[in-house]
């Protein structure tokens, strides 16, 4: 895990209260991880680990399903969003390089 991630993308959060927040049942949230949609970490016990972006995104993920959303769907669509957000983020970077460039500056 990384050391730089903010509070919301920690995964400390057990699958009990998970359930609590979302109303989701336990059932429903393993359904979510074996269908790709969400992917928790494991303590050393094997016990399912959650973030609170985790949280946020079940709760979309379960409002996709009641509005008759399939799951493989649902997945084609965050893997959409997940390389338009890559193609951003290498965007972004090109262009920092030219203005570092640009203007002489160096990574330290």
Known sequence: M??????????????????????????QIRYYEERKLIFPERSAGGSRKFS????????????????????????????????KQNQEEVRRKMIQGQLNAQFGIRKQ
């Open 2 to 27: 990384g050391k730089d991630l903010s509070f919301k993308d920690k995964k400390v959060i057990t699958i009990g209260i998970v359930r609590e927040l979302t109303g989701l049942s336990e059932r």
């Open 52 to 83: 609170f972006s985790d949280i946020e995104l079940l709760m979309e993920i379960a409002n996709k399903i009641e509005d008759g959303i399939q799951t493989h769907e649902i997945r084609k669509e965050m893997q959409r969003e997940q390389k």
